[in-house]
Structures are given as structure tokens and as C-alpha cells.
Nanobody, 115 residues
Framework: QVQLVESGGGLVQPGGSLRLSCAAS????????MGWYRQPPGNQRELVAS???????NYADSVKGRFTISRDNAKNTVSLQMNSLKPEDTAVYYCNLKAFGFEYWGQGTQVTVSS
């Protein structure tokens, strides 16, 4: 079992930035794919960004050029830098780890973009 704990959410004005972090309870291996998902109010959970151990990234079209995913295997963390935030980015953001056929989720952190 892997525990994932997110931090860094909050309230930010449109155009602002936030950095989300996710700490894993075990070492992050090169075989792990780390990702961030979000669930806007009244909508389904969707992929925001993912990063394989080999460094391959995948971003939702709506966040390309604004969000950056990164991982620090030495610190067992994955981060999501979010710039130029828009009201439509408002959602609960979840950290995700896929490894060896298993999938783990964090508890989520709220991001609200509003003036």
C-alpha cells in the first residue's frame, strides 16, 4: 500500500500561480508513472498531467503551456506548477501513482481560482 499526500492547494486570483506537491510513503521507482488528476464541481475526474519514469509527459490540452509536472525521486515527491490560472481550473486535484498494475490516489486538495 502506498500513501499519497497532496499539499499546496488554496484560493488564487485569475492569472495567478500555485504549486501542488505530492509526497509518497515509499520510494518512487523508475517504473512508476506519476500523475495529477482533477475533478471540477459536478464533473468527472480528468487527467491533468502525467510523467513516466523515463521522463515522458502527457498534458491535457486545456493546461498545455501553463502547467508543468515534475518529480523528485530522491524526495519521493511529484509536483505540479500551475501558472496563468483560470476560473475553469477550479477543482479538487488528486495525485496518482501507477505501478506494477496497481493504482493509488491521494485524498485531494482544493484549488479555487476566483477574484
Amino acid at each position: 500500500q502506498v500513501q499519497l499526500v497532496e499539499s499546496g492547494g488554496g484560493l488564487v486570483q485569475p492569472g495567478g500561480s500555485l504549486r501542488l506537491s505530492c509526497a509518497a510513503s515509499r520510494s518512487i521507482f523508475s517504473a512508476d508513472t506519476m500523475g495529477w488528476y482533477r475533478q471540477p464541481p459536478g464533473n468527472q475526474r480528468e487527467l491533468v498531467a502525467s510523467l513516466t519514469g523515463g521522463g515522458r509527459t502527457n498534458y491535457a490540452d486545456s493546461v498545455k503551456g501553463r502547467f508543468t509536472i515534475s518529480r523528485d525521486n530522491a524526495k519521493n515527491t511529484v509536483s505540479l506548477q500551475m501558472n496563468s490560472l483560470k476560473p475553469e481550473d477550479t477543482a479538487v486535484y488528486y495525485c496518482n501513482l501507477k505501478a506494477f498494475g496497481f493504482e493509488y490516489w491521494g485524498q485531494g486538495t482544493q484549488v479555487t481560482v476566483s477574484s
